[in-house]
């Protein structure tokens, strides 16, 4: 992994409980698809570089949040730091889906006073005979939230790089445009580092006074 | 004095020092370019174009008559403890309490820059092989007078070779060197201080810098400040590899020290309300309990060298999970196991270096040494030493915040909070004994391998695996202070019944 990348984005991965995050994450941060996966306990991390346009990396980190009712206290601390983020549902179960309002609700009330550019994924579309969730009502559903709307396999290995990628791309936007700006004590987005650009005027200063050498 | 001159933060210097190797020096010297140099201009904007240690052991002897100005300088501000045995790296399971237990973490601010000068300590130590310093000495000559001459600095003899050295340490080197042992105490101690007030440079964050920044903020930092470091360099690649606190943030340890935090902070305030609401017999009570786990937590048998020199592999695995079936959490220290076997298995089968169980290969191994060490350089050995004790201690500490989770969240279990701390203490011994002994196998690798080596190439590296070894098992010990609030509410809501948050 390079240290070099323009800005670097905290994105938090929530849904019911096995809906798959964890397995889309690591699809994505490792590359492979883990058949079996325990719970996940509280909150866990995962990065990634994502070049968006050639040479234009940003940094993903990626908080992959348990489902489970019992963490929620722990995840909720997160929704504030977190400038995206991918609700997940899984599309074989209708449960998961009816329960994506209350997900948005949950973090409507703790993100304030920021916002989560959010992203819904129905996942598990490899499992597309066992289909409880058209295509149509979930699309429907983003589009009353204002979210986009992508059908993904962690096993499959489909439309996960996309779901990320889209998403850091238009949050990207958002920042370029200055609709989401880099403040003070709030990680959601923070500024990179570009290689051999010196930084400060200070070292101008100091390097061209060392130099004397 | 130069170090008025070189005040910015150290990552500035770092920085601009490289460029001023990039001007200057790598002209002539093409060959300073060589990637076996960088963790060394990683560490220390030193001007020279070779390996920067020569001077160092030079700067023990000449100032060994100056340093006791400076020392007193340093003991009005701080004075340091002198308890600790003076018998070398053997005992680093001492220091690196008293290192630890005294929220050394700090240490790491001033990452490699301190490296450097630890060396000097690490001199008297024993760690080098004194034979070698004589030879260094005459070159340290040489490059002292060419440096004071680089710098234009109004410094002279001895000091003149700090000049060159990372700013923030500049200061705290000139403690450092008045004596082994001490000096590593006072690193633990002091650094944080002695950069707050020796280093301007260190304005903007000085807030952080004080005993009530956390250990994550003061890791952050540090992090950063190598990573805008990298970023200003052009080989990144290469020399991320020794940057640990950039890989214990890749291992997602930052992260995880975080999260803990959080929970470790929430729990505390809830463990103030609830003494706060309690009076009399029943707060007497708790506040006895709560004393008992503090005591859990005091790492009083730390120090204790019933400790066996070196335990098979199987031993620290069984140990670590043994410890954790006892505290009745579902979460389970496999990758902790996996990372370090790891690391013992790259030392065995890439250096073909015998672990010591298995000693009767080794005359077999003997012959294929040789030619497997040349493979991998002293350079390769410590940058992988450099990354598993990040790793190890990245995963120790996803371990505890882990168990901090499902201690608070987790389903009720058959364990008092007490047995709990007791199980979590030992632990943190087990782990930070594990990080000693690993470290000392990679220093014999790096031993081993660099045998032809001159000892101001070796001996940094070998000093930057002990530094990072005792920097790890100090935050795993302020990672496991994190966990007493959390034991604490833990035991107060058993207690009371009071319904789980």
């Known amino acids: 992994m390079e240290a070099i990348w323009l800005y670097q984005f905290r994105l938090i991965v929530i849904g019911d409980s096995t809906v798959g995050k964890s397995c889309l994450i690591r699809r994505f941060t490792e590359g492979r698809f883990a058949q079996v996966s325990d719970p996940t306990v509280g909150v866990d991390f995962f990065s990634r570089l994502v070049e968006i346009e050639p040479g234009k990396r940003i940094k993903l980190q990626i908080w992959d949040t348990a489902g489970q009712e019992r963490f929620r206290s722990i995840t909720r601390a997160y929704y504030r730091n977190s400038v995206g983020g991918l609700l997940l549902f899984d599309i074989t179960n209708r449960r998961s889906f009816q329960n994506v309002h209350e997900w948005l609700e949950e973090t409507k009330v703790h993100v304030q006073p920021y916002q989560i550019v959010f992203v819904l994924v129905g996942h598990k579309c490899d499992l597309d005979t066992q289909r409880q969730v058209t295509r149509h009502e979930a699309e429907k559903l983003a589009a009353a939230y204002g979210m986009k709307y992508i059908e993904t396999s962690a096993r499959d290995a489909i439309n996960v790089e996309k779901a990320f990628t889209d998403l850091t791309r238009d949050i990207y936007e958002l920042v370029k445009r200055g609709d989401i700006t880099i403040q003070e004590g709030w990680e959601g987005v923070k500024s990179g580092f570009v290689p051999n650009v010196v930084h400060s005027s200070e070292e101008v200063v100091k390097s061209e006074r060392r130099c004397l050498c | ?501």
């Open chain 2, 1 to 501: 004095m130069s170090d008025k001159d070189d005040i910015e933060t150290p990552v500035i210097t770092e920085a601009s020092s490289i460029l001023e190797d990039g001007n200057c020096e790598l002209a002539p010297n093409p060959e300073s370019a060589e990637q076996s140099a960088k963790p060394e201009v990683n560490s220390e904007p030193v001007v020279f174009t070779r390996k920067r240690p020569e001077s160092r052991p030079s700067i023990d002897l000449e100032t060994s008559e100056v340093l006791p100005v400076e020392a007193s300088q340093a003991a009005g501000k701080e004075t340091v403890s002198k308890d600790v045995p003076q018998t070398g790296w053997g005992y680093w399971g001492s220091w690196g309490k008293s290192l630890l237990s005294s929220a050394s973490a700090t240490v790491a601010t001033v990452g490699q820059g301190i490296s450097n000068v630890i060396e000097k300590a690490e001199t008297s130590l024993g760690i080098p092989s004194p034979s070698e310093i004589s030879t260094e000495v005459k070159h340290a000559t040489g490059e002292t007078n060419a440096k004071d001459n680089a710098n234009s600095s109004p410094m002279t003899g001895p000091f003149g070779v700090f000049s060159t050295i990372s700013t923030a340490v500049q200061t705290t080197g000139r403690s450092v060197i008045s004596g082994g042992l001490d000096a590593l105490e006072f690193i633990g101690k002091k650094t944080m201080d002695v950069i707050a007030e020796g280093d301007p440079g260190f304005k903007r964050t000085k807030g952080l810098m004080n005993r009530n920044s956390t250990l994550s903020q003061v890791l952050r930092e540090a992090k950063e400040k190598e990573e805008l470091w990298t970023s200003n360099e052009v080989t990144v690649e290469t020399d991320k590899k020794t940057h640990y606190g950039l890989l214990f943030d890749e291992f997602q340890g930052l992260s995880h020290l975080e999260a803990l935090e959080m929970l470790s902070r929430e729990s505390e305030m809830k463990v103030k309300s609830i003494l706060n609401s309690l009076s009399g017999e029943e707060l007497e009570t708790l506040k006895h309990e709560l004393e008992q786990l503090k005591e859990a937590f005091s790492l009083a048998e730390f120090c204790e060298e019933e400790e066996e020199e070196k335990e098979g592999d199987e031993d620290f695995t069984k140990e670590v999970t043994e410890l954790f079936s006892q505290l009745h959490v579902s979460s389970k220290p496999e990758k902790l196991a996996r990372a370090r076997n790891n690391a013992y298995e790259w030392m065995s089968t890439s250096l073909g270096k015998p672990l010591e169980e298995k000693e009767e290969g080794e005359k077999q191994l003997e012959t294929e040494k040789t030619e497997q060490i040349s493979k991998n350089s002293i350079e390769d050995i410590h940058a992988f030493a450099i990354r598993s004790l990040a790793e190890l201690t990245a995963c120790s500490i996803e371990l505890f915040h882990k168990t901090a989770a499902l201690v608070l969240h987790g389903q009720k279990q058959e364990v008092t909070a007490l047995e709990r701390s007791r199980a979590l203490s030992q632990m943190t011994i087990v782990l930070c004994k594990e990080l000693s002994s690993l470290s000392k196998e990679f220093t014999t690798c790096l031993t081993t391998a660099g045998v032809n080596e001159k000892a101001d190439i070796l001996n940094p590296l070998i000093t930057a695996v002990f530094l990072e070894a005792s920097n790890s098992a100090s935050y795993i010990q302020d990672a496991f202070q994190l966990l007493l609030p959390v034991l604490e509410i833990s035991l107060i809501e058993n207690k009371t019944e009071l319904p789980e948050a």
